[in-house]
């Protein structure tokens, strides 16, 4: 080898070291695999889909080999933990749960895809917090990746795919032939300790990212990608959960990109568990028919203390739109948003107090929401049909509302009146176009008046570590 192949050979090497991994062979044909990345916690123990029988054609069923690893890596949860890899390939799977210190890591080129076999779905108990599916009255299919009562979990890669092949689901459902709720792609109940991070989420049959019930969340550098106009898949949905950090994560959809949520009606007033102490920083959305960052219309149980910073939406119908209705009860309060870039908008600011749909007929209709404190500053819009319409409750005013240094540029076709307010209490400062009577300019000048939090919260301080995956076999 003369001196320059050499060079040019070190420095492919380097280059493969730095997208994430390295694949080599060697004189004995054994093929040695490494992977450096970051999470909450590193294991002592690793393992490949391949050693369970797993094979990644893209036509053999995985559901057994998934499960068979989880069983089998479960048995090191109390000695070190264990990683479960996926290597590149094509792995249909149907639905399978996860356990306790536990870390599923997709290699770049992994696909999971989801079995479009309806009849093999498994099917679990609508959400006590919820009383009922969300798409029928009864159970929900279980979601394509599952866990709860679990404890330190990680499921990441080099932005490798998990598509949920969701068609088949879509079509069900609109012909209205669905017995159950649709599944989500990754749903995790009553746990502690969470990481999401670093891969691209397709075609969920409905809701792609679950958590519920869980708290100390992280959720990282994942894209989100499925048809504008497919129904119900949101993407991310943090549903009666305290400390979560969302994070650069790029969402187009076919509804909310980020819905916060915490129970139904009658149902999420008696769960009482809240959502709280949420922070959405960089987040990208598009989807024309729904907002970049919705609260409720599930808020039964609450939602306080949500700070979102830096969004960008485009072609997003509006920006955070609050949804609420008599019979919710609950609240909505100490919202901050700092920092909204939006190009091509319905409404930027939108709340409505008459969201309706209710799990039953039994909802208390004295049970009104309370809809308290709610900020936002530094937004830019352009190419906006209305500026807001915000619509509270009679006689269950949305108050505390700020708005300050804001300026929305107006569609040519815009209407006529760039407000409409009704039932709302606040303040404005430095405001363009000119906001409605009901939220009158109290500050002098352009300067950021409405409140954003300066303190920082403990899910900040969760830090990743540098973890590797380094496996030999023949
Ligand atoms: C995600 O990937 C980026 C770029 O490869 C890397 O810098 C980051 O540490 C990863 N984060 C997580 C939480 O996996
Ligand atoms: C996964 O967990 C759910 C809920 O606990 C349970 O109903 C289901 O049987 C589990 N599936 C497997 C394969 O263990
Ligand atoms: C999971 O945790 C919830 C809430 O603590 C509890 O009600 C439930 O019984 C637990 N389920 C299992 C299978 O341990
Ligand atoms: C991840 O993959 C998606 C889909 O191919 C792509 O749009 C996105 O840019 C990728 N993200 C990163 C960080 O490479
Ligand atoms: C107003 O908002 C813009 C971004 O939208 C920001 O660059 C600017 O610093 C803000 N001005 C003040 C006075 O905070
Ligand atoms: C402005 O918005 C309209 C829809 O309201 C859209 O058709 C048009 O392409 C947008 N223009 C630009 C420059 O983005």
């Known amino acids: 080898m003369n001196a320059m192949v050499a060079a040019a050979a070190a420095a492919a090497v380097v280059l493969i070291f730095a997208s994430g991994g390295v694949e080599c062979r060697s004189r004995e044909g054994r093929i040695a695999e490494s992977f450096e990345y970051s999470a909450i916690s590193c294991r002592g123990h690793s393992a490949s889909i391949v050693e369970f029988g797993g094979v990644g054609d893209g036509k053999t069923l995985n559901t057994a080999a998934f499960r068979r ?58 959400l006590p917090s ?65 990481q999401i991070s670093n891969l691209t989420l397709l075609n969920s049959p409905s809701w792609n990212v679950h958590p519920v019930y869980t708290s100390d969340i992280i959720i990282q550098g994942i894209t989100i990608l499925a048809p504008v106009t497919s129904p119900n898949t949101d ?112 409404w930027v600011f939108w709340m409505t107090g008459n969201y309706g749909s209710h799990a039953d007929t039994h909802y208390d209709p004295n049970a009104l929401p309370e809809i308290k404190g709610i900020n936002y500053r530094d937004v830019v819009a352009e190419n906006v049909t209305m500026a807001a319409r ?38 404005t400062s430095g405001v363009v176009p000119p906001p409605c009577s009901l939220l009158p300019n109290k500050g002098r000048d352009k300067r950021a008046m409405c409140d954003f939090p300066t303190d920082t919260l403990p899910i900040d301080d969760l830090e990743l570590q540098k973890c590797s995956y380094v496996k030999n076999y023949l």
């Not at 069983?71 to 996860?98: C, I, M, R, Y």
């Not at 490798?160 to 989500?184: E, N």
Request: with cysteine; hydrophobic share 35%; glycine share 12%.
């Open 235 to 346: 993407g991310i949905n943090p549903d009666s959960c305290t400390s979560t950090r969302i994070e650069d994560t790029y969402i187009v959809s076919g509804d909310d990109c980020i819905a916060v949520k915490s129970g139904w009606d009658e149902y999420g007033i008696k769960y009482g568990m809240p959502t709280k102490h949420l922070i959405i920083r960089r987040l990208t959305c598009i989807s024309p028919y729904s907002a970049a960052i919705a609260l409720g219309s599930e808020m039964s149980g609450g939602i306080e203390d949500v700070r979102a910073e830096d969004v960008t939406a485009i072609r997003t119908e509006s920006g955070v739109r609050i949804k609420t209705a008599v019979g919710r009860g609950g609240y909505v309060r100490d919202i901050y948003v700092k920092g909204m870039s939006l190009h091509t908008m319905k």
């Open 390 to 427: 915000l619509e509270g409750i009679s006689g269950d005013p949305f108050t505390g509302i700020c708005m300050s240094n804001v300026t929305i540029g107006m569609a040519k076709k815009a209407k006529k009146y760039p407000w409409t307010c009704s039932e709302v209490e606040g303040v």
């Open 69 to 126: 690893a989880v069983d089998e890596l479960s048995k090191h949860a109390s000695d070190g933990g264990a990683q479960l890899f996926v290597p590149a390939g094509k792995w249909l799977t149907g639905s399978f749960n996860l356990t306790s210190h536990f870390t599923l890591y997709l290699h770049k080129d992994a696909i999971l895809l989801a079995s479009q076999d309806i009849k093999s779905w498994g099917v679990v108990d609508p």
């Open 130 to 194: 919820y009383g009922h599916g969300r798409d029928t009255a009864g159970g929900r299919y279980i979601s394509l990746i599952f866990g709860t009562n679990l404890t330190d979990v990680v499921i990441t890669g080099e932005n490798g795919t998990i598509d949920g092949q969701g068609g088949v689901w879509w079509q069900q459902f609109h012909k209205k032939k669905l017995k159950y709720t649709r599944p989500y792609l990754i749903e995790i109940m009553h746990s502690h300790k969470i």
